[in-house]
Protein backbone atom coordinates (compact mmCIF):
# COMPACT_ATOMS: atom_id res chain seq x y z
CA UNK A 1 0.00 0.00 0.00
CA UNK A 2 2.88 2.63 1.29
CA UNK A 3 4.70 1.69 -2.13
CA UNK A 4 1.92 2.23 -4.80
CA UNK A 5 1.59 5.53 -2.25
CA UNK A 6 5.38 6.56 -3.45
CA UNK A 7 4.95 5.02 -6.99
CA UNK A 8 2.05 8.00 -7.41
CA UNK A 9 4.04 10.30 -6.05
CA UNK A 10 7.47 9.71 -8.15
CA UNK A 11 5.13 9.50 -11.32
CA UNK A 12 3.50 12.93 -10.45
CA UNK A 13 7.02 14.68 -10.13
CA UNK A 14 8.03 13.55 -13.15
CA UNK A 15 4.87 14.06 -14.90
CA UNK A 16 5.20 17.96 -14.13
CA UNK A 17 8.97 17.93 -14.34
CA UNK A 18 8.43 17.08 -18.44
CA UNK A 19 5.61 18.98 -18.54
CA UNK A 20 7.72 22.21 -17.09
CA UNK A 21 10.67 21.14 -19.49
CA UNK A 22 8.24 21.05 -22.51
CA UNK A 23 7.03 24.43 -21.57
CA UNK A 24 10.24 26.42 -21.10
CA UNK A 25 11.24 24.87 -24.60
CA UNK A 26 8.08 25.70 -26.39
CA UNK A 27 8.43 29.29 -24.84
CA UNK A 28 12.19 29.61 -26.04
CA UNK A 29 12.24 28.52 -29.64
CA UNK A 30 12.72 31.20 -32.46
CA UNK A 31 13.36 34.24 -29.17
CA UNK A 32 15.34 36.93 -30.00
CA UNK A 33 17.78 38.28 -27.64
CA UNK A 34 16.15 40.96 -25.28
CA UNK A 35 12.69 40.19 -26.73
CA UNK A 36 10.23 39.36 -23.43
CA UNK A 37 8.63 36.18 -22.47
CA UNK A 38 8.40 33.43 -19.94
CA UNK A 39 12.49 32.17 -20.72
CA UNK A 40 14.89 35.19 -20.38
CA UNK A 41 17.96 35.80 -22.06
CA UNK A 42 20.99 37.46 -21.03
CA UNK A 43 23.89 38.06 -22.47
CA UNK A 44 26.82 37.32 -19.54
CA UNK A 45 30.66 37.23 -18.74
CA UNK A 46 32.36 35.04 -17.00
CA UNK A 47 35.20 37.02 -14.45
CA UNK A 48 37.21 34.26 -14.83
CA UNK A 49 38.01 33.77 -18.60
CA UNK A 50 36.18 37.09 -19.70
CA UNK A 51 34.33 34.82 -22.59
CA UNK A 52 30.80 35.93 -23.24
CA UNK A 53 27.85 33.75 -23.25
CA UNK A 54 24.04 33.74 -23.45
CA UNK A 55 22.18 32.67 -20.77
CA UNK A 56 18.39 31.60 -20.75
CA UNK A 57 16.62 31.30 -17.67
CA UNK A 58 13.04 31.00 -16.40
CA UNK A 59 12.68 33.21 -13.45
CA UNK A 60 11.82 31.10 -10.41
CA UNK A 61 13.12 28.05 -11.84
CA UNK A 62 16.79 27.32 -11.77
CA UNK A 63 18.04 23.26 -12.55
CA UNK A 64 21.62 24.39 -13.07
CA UNK A 65 22.35 26.95 -11.18
CA UNK A 66 22.30 28.74 -7.21
CA UNK A 67 19.77 31.32 -7.05
CA UNK A 68 20.79 34.05 -5.06
CA UNK A 69 18.06 36.78 -5.98
CA UNK A 70 18.82 38.67 -9.57
CA UNK A 71 22.34 36.45 -9.09
CA UNK A 72 23.06 33.39 -9.94
CA UNK A 73 25.88 31.01 -8.53
CA UNK A 74 27.01 28.57 -11.65
CA UNK A 75 29.58 26.87 -13.95
CA UNK A 76 30.70 28.89 -17.15
CA UNK A 77 29.79 26.85 -19.32
CA UNK A 78 33.06 28.01 -21.74
CA UNK A 79 35.35 27.31 -18.88
CA UNK A 80 33.71 25.34 -16.28
CA UNK A 81 34.58 27.01 -13.45
CA UNK A 82 31.65 28.03 -10.58
CA UNK A 83 31.54 32.03 -10.51
CA UNK A 84 28.50 34.22 -9.56
CA UNK A 85 26.49 36.60 -12.39
CA UNK A 86 24.44 38.96 -12.20
CA UNK A 87 21.87 38.72 -13.99
CA UNK A 88 20.12 42.26 -13.40
CA UNK A 89 22.60 43.94 -14.69
CA UNK A 90 23.66 41.94 -17.62
CA UNK A 91 20.16 41.49 -19.03
CA UNK A 92 19.18 42.36 -22.93
CA UNK A 93 17.80 45.59 -23.52
CA UNK A 94 14.49 44.89 -26.03
CA UNK A 95 16.02 45.52 -29.75
Excluded at 22 to 50: D, E, M
Excluded at 66 to 82: D, E
Amino acid sequence: MILVGYLAIGIAVVVLALVVGFYAWTYRRNRQLGSPGIVSRSRLTCPKCHQVFDYDYMPGASFTALRLGRSRYMACPLCQKWSTFDLSEERLARP
